[in-house]
T-cell receptor
């Protein structure tokens, strides 16, 4: 069964600190993995997209890693800011079926 | 491009009433998706279209839900009759080339409350 699991479910960190969010998946055959940021009351917005051959991809203070062998991905946020407070959703797509598989998200709260 | 445009942003209705949600995808995108998001279940795919044709509606909860895409620039999701358990945020998203190629761009969502 194709599934995407994220951890932790929620996280509170101090402004300026780093954090890492995890995503484990069983989607097969794997096509790509995306991390989305969803601010409260808004639709998800893409942060990164990674294909099978990519191990690391950065977007500013966001760095995503992918280990296709263990089917794990992480999203590392450096020097967190208050505006990073949001839900972060891992989305995996398969090469067949034209479907996206969503994790339930990690809710991040950055406090001053 | 203004992105994926959804309306209304907020809808409050009474049980039994008909609800119609609207979506304008990004021009040139050939895939359109309708999702529902709740705290308990996260994002769930309801239905998606390719070139205006419904491809997979297996996520539509029941016959009370229906979706149409009469042309490449407009889609509707209708709930008739609505029930309190339909309360959720409904997202429309579009992409070019399907899940293997491109980013899925979401609208801002329509928050539905059924009393």
């Amino acid at each position: 069964k194709n599934q995407v699991e994220q951890s932790p479910q929620s996280l509170i960190i101090l402004e300026g600190k780093n954090c890492t969010l995890q995503c484990n998946y069983t989607v097969s055959p794997f096509s790509n993995l995306r991390w989305y940021k969803q601010d409260t009351g808004r639709g998800p917005v893409s942060l990164t997209i990674m294909t099978f051959s990519e191990n690391t991809k950065s977007n500013g203070r966001y760095t995503a890693t992918l280990d296709a062998d263990t089917k794990q991905s992480s999203l590392h946020i450096t020097a967190s800011q208050l505006s990073d407070s949001a839900s972060y959703i891992c989305v995996v797509s398969a090469n067949t079926g034209n479907q996206f598989y969503f994790g339930t998200g990690t809710s991040l709260t950055v406090i001053p | 491009d203004a992105g994926v445009i959804q309306s209304p942003r907020h809808e409050v209705t009474e049980m039994g009433q008909e609800v119609t949600l609207r979506c304008k995808p990004i021009s040139g995108h050939d895939y359109l998706f309708w999702y529902r998001q709740t705290m308990m279940r996260g994002l769930e795919l309801l239905i998606y279209f390719n070139n205006n044709v419904p491809i997979d509606d297996s996520g539509m909860p029941e016959d009370r839900f229906s979706a149409k895409m009469p042309n490449a620039s407009f889609s509707t999701l209708k709930i008739q009759p609505s029930e309190p358990r339909d309360s959720a945020v409904y997202f429309c998203a579009s992409s070019e080339g399907g899940p293997g190629a491109n980013v899925l761009t979401f609208g801002a969502g329509s928050r539905l409350t059924v009393l």
